[in-house]
């Protein structure tokens, strides 16, 4: 995975800014909940990040090698169909 302005891909290099994940629901208290009781720090947050389904909430933490993961929730563009 990535760190912005990181070295080139590679044995020691990151290339990927961050992974994000679809969370169908979202409901942000419970997501946030979930997460504190199992120890994951959140590190931000939006409640309009663009995405390829609009504009949509989400969360920022980390996995355990660092890399940033966000956890999405359904775009102002979105059908509700799951994606094949």
């Not at 302005?5 to 290339?15: E, F």
């Not at 800014?17 to 419970?30: C, M, V, W």
């Not at 931000?44 to 390829?52: I, L, R, T, V």
């Amino acid at each position: 995975m990535g760190k912005r302005g990181g070295a080139a891909p590679g044995r020691h290099g990151r290339n990927v800014d961050h992974l994000a994940i679809a969370i169908r629901p979202f409901e942000r208290e419970r997501v946030r909940a979930h997460l504190a009781a199992h120890g994951v720090a959140i590190e931000g947050g939006s409640e309009d990040n663009y995405g390829a389904e609009g504009p949509s909430p989400a969360l920022y933490v980390r996995d355990p090698d660092g890399n940033m993961i966000e956890l999405m929730g359904p775009g102002s563009g979105a059908t509700g169909a799951a994606a094949p």
